[in-house]
Structure formats: structure tokens, C-alpha cells
């Protein structure tokens, strides 16, 4: 059972190393995002307890805080997408080689986007008319203005969004 668990440590950490290593080869800005990542593996490696007992116990913990820190780093790339293609409203190309290449984070050209336009105090939430994700960057492209901010990204097995819920800023 301890093999098992630690085999699935080992190919969810190679998981998070291939998506952090392809997020910084992809990443434009990749000194920002090896700053972020290198004050990550910082944090992470202070936060380690010395008691190998109790290290056991915290990998459940430290596995779902990476899940975590990945989503995040995810959502700030895509993020980052969306400015660039609307920021490259006037240069057609740049903002279409930056709409193939945020096109490669997802399942599919056809994974849909929600927009919160309203959320109820109760926790209800109003979605605008729903999209996909390439009309939706088209839309970005078009505007010249990015209107949103990521409120939620699901994902797939492979790391590959399948989901998107945008909020307005």
C-alpha cells in the first residue's frame, strides 16, 4: 500500500515537473514565472518538517497545495494569453500566434467559457450567454480589451482545460 502511494507521488510529481517545465518553455515572460516558481520550491522546502513521521502524514497535504500552486500558475499564464491577444488588437499576427499558442493549454478548441455577470449574495451565480474558447479569444482580439478575470479552470487528467469560468473584473 506504501508503494502504491508513494508510486503515485512519484508520477504526480513528474506531472507537475512536465506542466511547470512546459509552462516555462511557452511562457513569454518565463524569467516571471521561474522567479514565482523558484520562491515556490523556497516556501515549499521551509515549510518541510524534519520528522519523518510526520512528512509521511503531510504528503496528502503538500500534493493537493501543489494541485493548488499549479492551478494558480495556470490561471496567471492564461491570464497573461488574454492580455497579450488583447493588447495585440492592432498586429493581427502577434495576436493570433498568441491565440495558437494559449490554444495548446486546452482539451480542445471547443471547450466552453462561462462569464459570471452577476453572483447573489446567496452564492448564485448568472453566466452570460455561454462560448467557446476560440470565439472567445477571437472576441478578445477583436475588443482589443480584456474584460475578465479567470474565476475557475477545470482540467483534465493531462492538465488540459476543460472548463472555464470568467468573472468580471
Do not use: W
Not at 503515485?8 to 512546459?22: C, D, E, V, W, Y
Not at 518565463?30 to 512528512?55: R, Y
Not at 503538500?62 to 491577444?85: G, R
Not at 476560440?134 to 480589451?145: E, H, I, R, S, T
Amino acid at each position: 500500500m506504501y508503494e502504491m502511494n508513494n508510486m503515485k507521488s512519484i508520477f504526480r510529481l513528474m506531472a507537475l515537473a512536465l506542466i511547470l517545465s512546459a509552462g516555462l518553455a511557452a511562457c513569454k515572460s518565463s524569467k516571471k514565472v521561474a522567479d514565482s516558481s523558484s520562491n515556490d520550491a523556497t516556501e515549499e522546502q521551509q515549510e518541510k518538517p524534519d520528522d519523518t513521521s510526520v512528512e509521511v502524514e503531510m504528503t496528502e497535504t503538500s500534493e493537493s497545495e501543489k494541485k493548488e500552486v499549479t492551478m494558480k500558475t495556470v490561471s496567471t499564464k492564461l491570464d497573461d494569453y488574454f492580455d497579450a491577444i488583447a493588447n495585440s488588437a492592432a498586429n493581427t499576427t502577434q495576436a493570433n500566434r498568441n491565440i495558437n499558442e494559449a490554444k495548446t493549454m486546452f482539451a480542445s478548441p471547443d471547450v466552453p467559457v462561462l462569464i459570471v455577470i452577476h453572483e447573489a449574495e446567496d452564492g448564485t451565480m448568472d453566466y452570460d450567454q455561454p462560448t467557446n474558447i476560440m470565439d472567445y479569444m477571437n472576441y478578445l482580439k477583436d475588443q482589443g480589451k480584456n474584460l475578465n478575470s479567470i474565476h475557475e479552470v477545470k482540467t483534465n487528467q493531462r492538465g488540459k482545460i476543460t472548463e472555464l469560468v470568467l468573472i468580471r473584473k
